[in-house]
């Protein structure tokens, strides 16, 4: 190459280095790694063949393209053979050679770029993986008391029925007025009386009566959820069940010191066997909590055995659903509102409708009671549809009122999804309250309404095709896999508190980043609820997550004090803001 010919290849804006023999040439191309190499020397009795060959032995052809000058058709066998990626014959067009080279180091740059970006995707996917198992893991244990969860423990009776090796107990125990003591004291106290609780629990089974430490018969002791435990052993002696009953409630009774709180517990106790090994995990688990819910409706700090006769039809199930059935038509259930905002700039984005029973003789009644009792009653479709209309007929008031667009986010059950045609009740209420569909968020429970049944999958796609969003509520808590996540086409999922106030602790912030992680990786908005302390806040920020909910910012209120709470300021008419709590 002449002087004259390196300066036609400047105009395209190439640098170019050259080397008088292919020594200098591979040693050239080790220093620089250039996007493109130009050969030009004979292939025939030349040192083309030579260099193209050492050129390849270190780099691929998409890692250093060769253009290859050639004089005549053997020269282009003798180049091609050797590993060039294009040639042009001699004498050469310096503008097709100027152009050529160019196209080669673009392609260069993209497959460089393309294979970076392949490695970044492939480390994802193994942090991914990774994140996943160690949330399978976790997601075996509960992470405040240590002990096995309710998906664990209906593993445990899984194999305890089908190994036959003898009749299998099931005894579950709830902390009386718990959720009572936990809004009084706070969430922190209530969460250390769980603790305390379990550690109880943990020390009575391993000194039962007559059974010697961990003993035979005893397997294992969960927490269900909540304030609920629960015990597995291989027993059906109806005598030696009582007193352990009896024992357990004794343990969990005595004085209790919580910070400057002296606290005296009890609980109510319930007990289902497996006389048979063909009984279904699900069914004794549902038989004991029968049992056991038939000792709190009974004054609570006792232990019933569950009896056939307590099922659906018992008569204080029966008492419940007709005072439920009274204060629906009366209108007496009411919905309050818990603002969901922005985790970093704390913008109001949304507020949660929740619904509310307040029974003139038992005071607030916790949803987790009476909702089961109206979907038995099959009283949720209505009170379901009554709640849709209540909250969406509410975002319209506030939006008359002038308050800027903010989302309404509402509950709704799995047998709400089985019943009737939910579409299309949802379009008849957001076309009658003039809402737009994206202002309305479905937050479905991740146990009940994501497996793959048709009949719900139906439905989920009939709202995605009105507009409205699918969130997963409580997530974490069930057993969702990514696969269910991907087979359906939500907008976010909400973190369920519990890992929220885990954040804090030894092996929670893995667990929590590795779900927000798989959150955003899935495209979808996370929400973490139960945020209640400004550190929580911060975690979930680093984490990345979308948006926070929480004692933090709000208890849920009643609508006119919650829109009291909500203020539009002057400078930015378009935005709502949380008022600090006085």
């Not at 250390?192 to 009566?209: G, V």
């Not at 010697?212 to 030696?240: C, H, N, Q």
């Not at 973190?495 to 992680?517: C, H, K, N, W």
């Not at 495209?523 to 920020?541: F, I």
Request: charged share 25%.
């Amino acid at each position: 190459m002449f002087r004259a010919d390196i300066e036609r290849l400047a105009a395209f804006g190439l640098h170019t280095h050259r080397a008088s023999g292919w020594g200098e040439a591979l040693a050239l191309a080790r220093e620089l790694r250039p996007a493109a190499v130009l050969l030009d020397s004979g292939f025939l009795e030349g040192a083309g063949p030579q260099l193209c060959g050492a050129l390849r032995r270190s780099w691929g052809p998409s890692e250093m393209p060769v253009l290859a000058i050639c004089g005549g058709p053997r020269e282009v066998k003798w180049a091609l053979s050797a590993g060039a990626s294009d040639i042009v014959e001699r004498p050469p067009n310096w503008d097709l050679v100027g152009r050529r080279l160019l196209a080669l180091a673009s392609a260069q740059r993209t497959t460089a770029e393309l294979e970076h970006n392949r490695r970044q995707l492939a480390q994802a996917h193994v942090a991914l993986a990774d994140g996943r198992r160690k949330f399978e893991q976790e997601n075996l244990i509960d992470s405040l008391t240590r002990l096995p969860n309710r998906f664990q423990i209906e593993r445990i009776l899984e194999r305890a029925l089908l190994a036959d090796a003898g009749p299998v107990a099931l005894i579950a125990l709830d902390l009386d007025r718990f959720s009572e003591l936990n809004e009084t004291l706070g969430r922190k106290t209530g969460d250390e009386i769980l603790r305390l609780s379990a550690e109880r629990l943990t020390a009575c089974l391993k000194n039962l009566p007559g059974r010697g430490g961990a003993g035979p018969g005893l397997m294992s002791a969960a927490r269900l959820g909540g304030a609920e435990f629960a015990i597995v052993l291989r027993d059906s002696d109806a005598a030696r069940l009582a007193g352990l009953a009896r024992f357990v409630l004794d343990a969990l009774g005595k004085r209790m010191t919580v910070g400057d709180h002296q606290l005296h517990l009890s609980a109510s106790l319930g007990i289902a066997v497996a006389a048979q090994p063909n009984v279904a995990p699900e069914t004794l688990l549902r038989h004991a909590e029968t049992a056991m819910y038939q000792a709190k409706r009974a004054g609570g700090g006792q232990s019933h055995v569950y009896h056939p006769d307590l099922g659906i039809t018992a008569e204080s199930r029966l008492n419940m659903g007709r005072r439920l059935l009274e204060v629906f038509e009366r209108g007496a259930l009411e919905l309050h509102y818990q603002p969901l905002l922005a985790a970093e700039s704390r913008r109001v984005l949304g507020v949660e409708a929740l619904l509310r029973w307040n029974d003139p003789e038992r005071g607030w009644i916790p949803p987790a009671e009476f909702i089961p009792v109206a979907e038995t009653m099959g009283l949720m479709g209505e009170i379901g549809v009554w709640v849709l209309e209540t909250a969406c007929g509410q975002l319209r008031a506030w939006l008359d009122d002038g308050l800027p667009q903010i989302r309404i986010a509402v509950n709704v059950s799995r047998r709400q999804l089985e019943i009737g045609d939910f579409a299309a009740e949802v379009k008849r209420v957001l076309c009658e309250t003039r809402l737009d569909p994206a202002l309305l968020e479905l937050e479905l429970s991740e146990r009940g309404a994501l497996h793959r049944d048709p009949q719900i999958m139906a439905q989920l796609r009939r709202l995605k095709a009105i507009g409205v969003r699918l969130v997963v509520d409580d997530f974490g808590t069930g057993e969702t896999a990514v696969s269910q996540l991907r087979g359906h086409d939500l907008d976010g999922l909400k973190i369920d508190g519990s890992f929220v106030r885990d954040s804090l602790g030894e092996d929670g912030p893995v667990l929590t980043a590795a779900m927000t992680a798989m959150g955003r990786h899935l495209s979808l908005h996370v929400v973490a609820e139960g945020v209640e302390t400004e550190a929580e806040l911060v975690k979930m920020r680093e984490y990345g997550c979308h948006a926070v909910q929480g004692f933090l910012f709000s208890h849920p209120l009643p609508p006119a004090e919650l829109r009291r709470r909500i203020m539009l300021p002057l400078d930015r008419p378009d935005v709502c803001e949380l008022m600090a709590v006085a």
